[in-house]
């Protein structure tokens, strides 16, 4: 059988506090070797020929976690975006990070600014950072704005318009969610977009997953009979 590829794969990045606990490091120690997987899963995203990888790097939620662990975070980040510049133009990616930028510091606003316009014209693999993102918050502002164009006339917007007010418009809607460390729920993350999503659920905790986990990943989408509401192919052969 033909190995089917998720054209988008989406990851909630879990467990890198557990897996640093497990060392007898800090929680920040979890974040720094989490950014290595990003790299590496970005790269096996690449190598399979998926065309769209995102992930939940921080939710609208975590904002209520310690601040000194919130600040790291942003920290991290501003260092990852200016040391991937290069791995990211090499390998074609175009950059993206969508959320709530109100309460993100200026000037990693401005950093994710400039990286996602030199990236812009890239287009083997778009990696996606939500950062901010809930899924609720996602929906609520789409609401919000269709409201203004729209006012009270609604009654022909259809599920595609609607689509096209959510921060992920244009992006197709992930084939496969995966999420690391155990935890078997969403967290608030692509409520919308995740409707007819492959879920797959990993013990690994984030810092541990790399090429060859996403390569399993994959391997076990390819075996899901995605049904979307309808009959297999198999049953509607038989039903003919
Ligand atoms: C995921 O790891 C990264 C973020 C949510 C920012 P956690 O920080 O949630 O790690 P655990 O779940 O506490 O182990
Ligand atoms: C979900 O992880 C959010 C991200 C991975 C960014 P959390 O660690 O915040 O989720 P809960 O609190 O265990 O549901
Ligand atoms: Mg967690």
């Not at 606990?21 to 399979?48: L, N, P």
């Not at 995102?54 to 662990?69: C, G, H, K, L, T």
């Not at 991290?76 to 040391?83: E, F, G, H, K, Q």
Request: proline share 2%; with cysteine.
């Amino acid at each position: 059988m033909e190995k089917r590829i998720p054209a988008h794969i989406s990851i909630i990045m879990d467990g890198n506090g557990r897996w640093a606990k497990e060392k007898g490091h800090e929680r920040g120690y979890g974040h720094i070797h989490g950014v290595e997987s990003v790299r590496k899963v970005t790269q096996a995203c690449v190598e399979e020929g998926v065309k769209y990888l995102s992930v939940y790097a921080f939710s609208e939620e975590n904002w209520s976690r310690p601040a000194e662990e919130v600040g790291f975070l942003m920290n991290l980040m501003m260092d990852a975006i200016s040391r991937e510049v290069e791995t990211l133009m090499k390998n074609g990616v175009r950059f993206r990070v969508l959320g709530n930028m109100e309460r993100i510091p200026s000037t990693l606003q401005d950093a994710i600014r400039a990286l996602e316009e030199q990236t812009a014209g890239n287009d083997r693999l778009t990696l996606i950072v939500f950062l901010s993102y809930s899924g609720q918050w996602d929906i609520l502002q789409a609401a919000k704005k269709m409201a203004m164009e729209h006012g009270t006339d609604v009654s022909g917007v259809t599920r595609e318009d609607f689509g096209r007010y959510l921060v992920t418009a244009g992006i197709p809607d992930p084939d496969l969610i995966i999420r690391t460390s155990g935890e078997q729920r969403l967290s608030n993350y692509l409520l919308w977009q995740g409707a007819y999503s492959e879920l797959y659920f990993t013990d690994i905790l984030w810092p541990d997953f790399g090429g060859k986990e996403l390569h399993d990943a994959v391997e076990a989408y390819s075996r899901r009979d995605r049904r979307f509401g309808g009959l297999s192919k198999k049953e509607a052969g038989d039903n003919q």
